[in-house]
C-alpha cells in the first residue's frame, strides 16, 4: 500500500537510521602510537628520514638499516571484506592465488577513503602498526612468515617519513593487543 505520509510525485523518505560506518574518532598520530607502544613495553628504535612512497625510495633512502623491510597491500573484495597484507618488500604475489589461498573470491586494492576510514593512514604510509586505528577490527591482518623469522621488522609508524624498528615477537604481540588475531602466510612453503 502506498505510504500515507508521502505526497503524491514525491520521492520516497529515506531511511532515518545513519548507515554503518567505521568510527569517526580522529585516527592515532604517530607520538600516540610510540606511546602505546610504550604502554605495552615494546621496545623500538624510531629513525626520521624524507618521505617514501615505494620500495625502491626507501631502498635508496634507508642505508644499512638492519632486519626485515616490508611492502603492505591493503585489499578488499567484492563483499567489502578488508585485509592488510604485509608482505617482505621484494616478495612477488599472485592475488589471484592469494585470494583463493584466503578463501576470499576477488581482491581489489581498497580505495584511499576506504584506508583513511579504517587505518586511519594516508597512501604510502601503510602499515601493520596502522591496526591500532582499526577499532572495529574490520581489517584482517596477513603476515608474511618470512618477516618474523629475521629481525627488527622495519615500518612506518602511520607516516611515510619515518620507520620505526620493532622486534617481531613485539609487532605480533602489538597486532593482537589491537585485538586483531594475525593470519600468517608461509609463501615459501608453496
Known amino acids: 500500500p502506498p505510504n500515507p505520509n508521502s505526497q503524491a510525485g514525491a520521492p520516497a ?26 604502554e605495552l613495553g615494546i621496545a623500538h628504535d624510531t629513525h626520521r628520514h624524507a618521505p617514501v612512497f ?9 642505508g644499512e638499516l638492519p632486519g626485515s623491510h ?29 585470494a583463493d589461498r584466503l578463501g576470499a573470491g576477488r581482491f581489489s586494492f581498497g580505495s584511499p577513503e576506504r584506508l583513511m576510514a ?12 596502522s591496526l591500532i586505528n582499526d577499532r572495529a577490527t574490520a581489517v584482517q591482518p596477513v ?5 618474523l623469522r629475521t629481525g627488527p621488522v622495519n615500518c612506518h609508524p602511520l607516516t ?7 622486534a617481531p615477537g613485539d609487532l605480533m604481540r ?16 608453496g
Open 160 to 166: 611515510n617519513d619515518m620507520t620505526t624498528a620493532i
Open 70 to 98: 616490508i611492502k603492505n597491500l591493503f585489499l578488499r573484495n567484492k563483499k567489502g571484506r578488508m585485509w592488510l597484507v604485509v608482505l617482505d618488500e621484494d616478495r612477488q604475489v599472485d592475488l589471484g592465488r592469494l
Open 174 to 189: 602489538f597486532i593482537e593487543a589491537c585485538g586483531h588475531k594475525p593470519e600468517i602466510v608461509d609463501f615459501d612453503a
Open 143 to 147: 603476515i608474511d612468515a618470512r618477516i
Open 118 to 129: 579504517h587505518l586511519g593512514v594516508l597512501p604510502g604510509a601503510v602499515t601493520p602498526l
Open 54 to 62: 615505494t620500495v625502491e625510495e626507501a631502498k635508496r633512502l634507508r
Open 13 to 38: 523518505a529515506l531511511p532515518t537510521s545513519p548507515p554503518t560506518s567505521p568510527p569517526t574518532s580522529p585516527p592515532t598520530s604517530p607520538g600516540q602510537l610510540l606511546a602505546r607502544l610504550a
